[in-house]
T-cell receptor, first 113, second 111 residues
Framework: SAVISQKPSRDICQRGTSLTIQCQVD?????MFWYRQQPGQSLTLIATANQGSEATYESGFVIDKFPISRPNLTFSTLTVSNMSPEDSSIYLCSVSSGLNTQYFGPGTRLTVL | GENVEQHPSTLSVQEGDSAVIKCTYSDSASNYFPWYKQELGKRPQLIID?????GEKKDQRIAVTLNKTAKHFSLHITETQPEDSAVYFC??????????FGTGTSLTVIP
C-alpha cells in the first residue's frame, strides 16, 4: 500500500487563526479524502479532494471553513479556518487507488485554545 | 444517507477466547464493508474487508461474515491475544468513495 505522510503531526493554535494540514503520498492515487476524528469518537468524512476541481463536501462541512486543495495526484491540503476550541480534533487524510480500499495517513492532532 | 450501527461499544475477553463485533447498515445499495483497527494514538489500519458478492472471508484468526438480507456484518477474532486490544471500526460504502463508519468497539484482551 502507499506510504502516506501528514504535516504537521500536531499543533496548538489560538482561537481565530487558521491551520493548513498537508497530506503527501509516495505514489499517484485516484482518490484522496479528509476525515475528522474527535476525541474518543468515530471517523467523519469532511470531503473528497478532487484533483483539478473543487472538493466535494459532506453535509455539515463547508468550503469557507475547510478549504481543500489537490493540485496533483499525490498531494492535498486541508485548511481549518477561523478556528474555535470545537475544532480540536484529529484530522486524517486517506487515499484510495481503486477497489474501494482506503488507507489512512498518521493524522494531525489539533488543539485550539 | 447510510447509517451504520456498531455493537458493543466495549468488549472485554480473556486471552484465547473469541471476540465478535456486529454492525448493521441501512442502505441496501452498500456493497463494500471494511474493518479497521486503531491502536491508541495511531492511524486506523485496514484488517479485513468484504464485498457484497461474498458471504464470508477469513484471514488467519480474523473472519468477517455478511448477511445482505438482514443488512448486517460481523467481525470474528479467534484465539485473542493482548495485542488485539484496540478500537475496531466497521464501515459501509456504496460507491467506494463515501465510507460511513460505525461508532467503534473498544476491545480489551485480558492476559
Amino acid at each position: 500500500s502507499a506510504v502516506i505522510s501528514q504535516k504537521p503531526s500536531r499543533d496548538i493554535c489560538q482561537r481565530g487563526t487558521s491551520l493548513t494540514i498537508q497530506c503527501q503520498v509516495d505514489s499517484q492515487v485516484t482518490m484522496m479524502f479528509w476525515y475528522r476524528q474527535q476525541p474518543g469518537q468515530s471517523l467523519t468524512l469532511i470531503a473528497t479532494a478532487n484533483q483539478g476541481s473543487e472538493a466535494t463536501y459532506e453535509s455539515g462541512f463547508v468550503i469557507d471553513k475547510f478549504p481543500i486543495s489537490r493540485p496533483n495526484l499525490t498531494f492535498s491540503t486541508l485548511t481549518v479556518s477561523n478556528m474555535s476550541p470545537e475544532d480540536s480534533s484529529i484530522y486524517l487524510c486517506s487515499v484510495s487507488s481503486g477497489l474501494n480500499t482506503q488507507y489512512f495517513g498518521p493524522g494531525t492532532r489539533l488543539t485550539v485554545l | 444517507g447510510e447509517n451504520v450501527e456498531q455493537h458493543p461499544s466495549t468488549l472485554s475477553v480473556q486471552e484465547g477466547d473469541s471476540a465478535v463485533i456486529k454492525c448493521t447498515y441501512s442502505d441496501s445499495a452498500s456493497n463494500y464493508f471494511p474493518w479497521y483497527k486503531q491502536e491508541l494514538g495511531k492511524r486506523p489500519q485496514l484488517i479485513i474487508d468484504i464485498r457484497s458478492n461474498v458471504g464470508e472471508k477469513k484471514d488467519q484468526r480474523i473472519a468477517v461474515t455478511l448477511n445482505k438480507t438482514a443488512k448486517h456484518f460481523s467481525l470474528h477474532i479467534t484465539e485473542t491475544q493482548p495485542e488485539d486490544s484496540a478500537v475496531y471500526f466497521c464501515a459501509a460504502s456504496t460507491s467506494g468513495n463515501q465510507f460511513y463508519f460505525g461508532t467503534g468497539t473498544s476491545l480489551t484482551v485480558i492476559p
